[in-house]
């Protein structure tokens, strides 16, 4: 008898930059066209003023970048685990904390996967980073609970979890591939990997492991380095009480560099303590810029340019790469090279690799016995990263699976058999 579980259950990839959903039709994953054309969807939010319901995916893009009135967030998932989650704050007229949210964002991924296969879908079979937070056990426990959480107000009866790198090499095995292979999934939020072996009876995976380290980190490194100066990262100011000078509080350009934490910038003891500053720096026009960002609530206008700066560095010769500022200033640029990128994100690369490292000790294997690396997930398309991960496996060929759908491919296609791939919460 098929399980209620297996006749009704969606696949979901809910990711920190992008998210998809499917199910597995003739032994195939199908994704979900949330949007016309599109099977993923961009994890953003809006709630525009005078609406009466938040928009998402390239909806709640385009009204941020139209700049229509309204409260825009992005990176949802960086939210899971930490106390924010139940903080309530009024959208709409309404008081809502992040489980409402997230919950309303899923449940609009479930209504449309509804709509595009005619059956209702109470189960979901999510896909989880192996470590949501790297460091704290608790953090990383709290986090997935805060997930299961949004999917039963989202509707969903029941969820059940399956690590993303595993999700992966579901989709990518090959059968009758000898040897050693790791997916190295890399997206906005976390990098994933599994080692794994292609068997006749599927996968078998030897270890998975994490590190909370993604593109939205690679973003703000970029941001601090690159963008921060040209809005007073490291301005001097006059002290309030006796002589001297003191640079302005780092804290300050770290958050609005951060994806998740620029709606928290808005608020009015932000702007009045930034009007407070100008009025003290030694060169005030270098704050002027910050202040017009607040003012007009520009910070994820800047962070969309610092990713756009990303990827232009990243693509072809990279020639002429910039973070594009022009939102702030008219003529205002950040250069930034291919060097340039490479040593900004020289560190996280470094986590990436040890945390790719330490995966083949829990498996029981050497980097050397590794045959095929797969990347999968958008940041796993760096250079920098796939350089470090070719250095650190040195009889690996590289291959790539498609970037954005591998994991929600496996999904799918474990969908079919949630109790058998899943595990409860
Ligand atoms: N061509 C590219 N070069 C470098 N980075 C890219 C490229 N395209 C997208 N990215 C980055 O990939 C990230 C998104 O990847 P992806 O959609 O796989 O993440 P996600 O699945 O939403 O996140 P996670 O799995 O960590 O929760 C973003 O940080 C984006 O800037
Ligand atoms: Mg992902």
């Avoid at 209702?120 to 953090?139: E, T």
């Avoid at 350009?253 to 930034?274: C, N, S």
């Avoid at 083949?360 to 940041?379: H, K, L, V, Y």
């Avoid at 496996?393 to 296609?413: K, M, P, Q, W």
Wanted: with cysteine; hydrophobic share 45%.
């Amino acid at each position: 008898m098929t399980s209620t579980w297996d006749a009704n259950t969606l696949g979901i990839d809910f990711g920190t930059s992008n998210s998809a959903a499917g199910v597995c039709v003739g032994g195939r994953p199908f994704l979900i066209p949330s949007e016309p054309g599109e099977t993923t969807l961009p994890t953003s939010v809006f709630f525009g003023v005078g609406r009466s319901e938040m928009t998402i995916g390239n909806m709640a893009n385009r009204a941020l970048i139209n700049g229509d009135e309204g409260r825009y967030m992005r990176a949802l998932k960086s939210v899971l685990g930490t106390s924010l989650m139940g903080e309530k704050r009024t959208f709409l007229g309404e008081k809502m904390d992040f489980y409402d949210i997230i919950g309303q964002f899923l449940s609009v991924v479930k209504t449309r996967a509804e709509a595009a296969c005619h059956q209702p879908f109470d189960y979901a079979l999510s896909g989880r980073p192996v470590r949501f937070h790297s460091r704290d056990a608790d953090r990383n426990a709290k986090a997935q609970s805060d997930l299961v959480e949004c999917y039963l107000r989202a509707g969903f009866k029941d969820v059940r979890f399956m690590f993303e790198p595993e999700a992966a090499a579901l989709a990518t095995q090959s059968i009758g591939d000898e040897g050693l292979s790791l997916i190295v999934d890399i997206g906005g939020g976390t990098s994933d990997f599994s080692v794994f072996r292609s068997g006749t009876d599927g996968v078998e995976v030897l270890a998975s492991h994490g590190v909370r380290v993604g593109g939205t980190d690679f973003d703000k490194r970029l941001s601090v380095d690159h963008v921060m100066p040209l809005l007073g990262r490291g301005a001097l100011i006059r002290k309030e009480m006796g002589s001297g000078t003191m640079t302005l509080p780092n804290s300050m350009f770290q958050q609005l560099a951060t994806w998740e934490q620029i709606p928290f910038m808005y608020g009015h003891d932000v702007k009045r303590d930034v009007a407070r500053m100008q009025r003290l720096a030694v060169d005030p026009p270098v704050l002027a810029r910050l202040s017009y960002l607040l003012e007009m609530e520009l910070g994820h206008d800047v962070a969309f340019a610092v990713e756009a700066g990303k990827i232009k560095a990243n693509s072809g010769d990279g020639a002429e790469a910039r973070i594009d500022l022009s939102i702030l200033e008219k003529g205002v640029f950040a250069p930034l090279g291919r060097d340039q990128l490479a040593v900004s994100l020289a560190e996280h690369v470094q986590d990436v690799v040890a945390a790719a490292l330490a995966t083949f000790e829990q498996a029981d294997c050497t980097a050397e016995q590794i045959s095929r690396i797969i990347f999968a997930g958008g940041s796993s398309l760096l250079r920098p990263i796939q350089s470090a991960m070719q250095t650190a496996c040195v009889n690996a060929e590289l291959a790539y699976a498609d970037a954005f759908a591998a994991v929600i491919d496996g999904l799918a296609l474990a969908s079919a058999a949630p109790l058998k791939y899943g595990t409860a919460p």
